[in-house]
C-alpha cells in the first residue's frame, strides 16, 4: 500500500470510531480528488524556524505528499501542540490564493506506541513545508509510477469507488538508476493535464477571465505539461 493510502486508511478508522471526529471526516471527503506526489528520503533538514510564508506553488488544487520508506517530518511542541508531532503525509487543498486547508497524517509516540492522527492544521507552518517539497518537484525527476488501488468513499448515503492508477515519485536525478533497480514501472517521459492554479507573480497578473490584477497572483489556465505520451493525472478515475 501506498502511503497517502495509509492516511486515508488511518482516517476511516478514526472516522469510524468517533463519527464526529470533523478533521478526519474532511480528509476523507478531500482524498480522492488528490494528486499524490511520493519523494524519495533526503539528507537535508526542513528549517521551520524561517519567517512564515503566506503561500505555495501547488500543481494541482489538492495534493498529498510523502516520503518513501519510514521518512517522517517532526514538528516541535509549541503553544498549540503539546507535544512533538511527527508526519507521514500531507494533503493540501487550494481553496483560493493565500487559503489552504492542510490536513497532516501524523502521529504522537506514547508509552503505548503511536498514536495516529489526522489533523487540521490552521497556522502557516505547513505552507512552509509544503514549499519545501514544491521546491524539489521544481529541480529534481519525477517520474510516473503506475499501481492498480482503490478506495472507497460514502456521501450522501451513496457509495464511491475511486480508482488509483499512479503517483508521481520524485528524486535527485543520480538516485533514478537506483530506483528502477527496485522493480517499480516508473514513466520518466511522459506528459499530463494540470488543471488551471493560481501562481505568484511579481508583476501584474490576470484572473480567471484574463483581466490585469495587481494582487501578486496570476490564474494559470488549464495545459499540458511535460514532454511524452499523454496520461491523464488530473482526474483520478
Not at 492516511?7 to 482524498?31: G, H, R, V
Not at 519510514?70 to 490564493?97: A, F, G, H, M, W
Not at 468513499?153 to 499512479?166: F, V, W, Y
Request: glycine fraction near 6%; charged fraction near 30%; charge should be positive.
Amino acid at each position: 500500500m501506498i502511503k497517502p493510502l495509509q492516511a486515508f486508511e488511518t482516517a476511516k478508522k478514526i472516522n469510524a470510531k468517533n463519527p464526529d471526529n470533523q478533521d478526519a471526516k474532511e480528509f476523507i471527503s478531500l482524498f480522492p480528488d488528490a494528486k499524490h506526489f511520493v519523494f524519495t528520503q533526503s539528507d537535508k533538514t526542513l528549517d521551520l524556524g524561517e519567517i512564515p510564508i503566506d503561500h505555495v506553488d501547488l500543481p494541482f488544487p489538492t495534493i498529498t505528499i510523502s516520503m518513501t520508506g519510514e521518512s517522517e517530518i517532526c514538528v516541535p511542541k509549541d503553544d498549540l501542540l503539546d507535544q512533538n508531532v511527527y508526519i507521514s503525509s500531507i494533503l493540501i487543498r487550494e481553496t483560493s490564493p493565500l487559503n489552504y486547508e492542510v490536513f497532516y497524517h501524523a502521529y504522537r509516540k506514547t508509552e503505548a506506541g503511536k498514536n495516529s492522527l489526522i489533523i487540521k492544521d490552521k497556522t502557516k507552518v505547513p505552507l512552509i513545508i509544503v514549499q519545501a517539497f514544491m521546491d524539489r518537484l521544481a529541480r529534481e525527476e519525477e517520474g510516473l509510477v503506475s499501481v492498480n488501488e482503490r478506495i472507497r468513499t460514502r456521501h450522501g448515503g451513496i457509495n464511491k469507488i475511486t480508482k488509483i492508477k499512479n503517483y508521481v515519485l520524485v528524486c535527485p536525478k543520480k538516485e533514478r538508476v537506483e530506483i528502477e533497480t527496485k522493480g517499480l514501472k516508473i514513466n520518466w517521459s511522459h506528459s499530463w493535464h494540470v488543471r488551471g492554479h493560481w501562481r505568484t507573480v511579481e508583476k501584474i497578473g490576470h484572473d480567471r477571465e484574463g483581466n490585469p490584477i495587481s494582487n501578486g497572483f496570476t490564474w494559470v489556465k488549464n495545459h499540458v505539461k511535460g514532454v511524452g505520451p499523454l496520461v491523464d493525472k488530473t482526474y483520478v478515475v
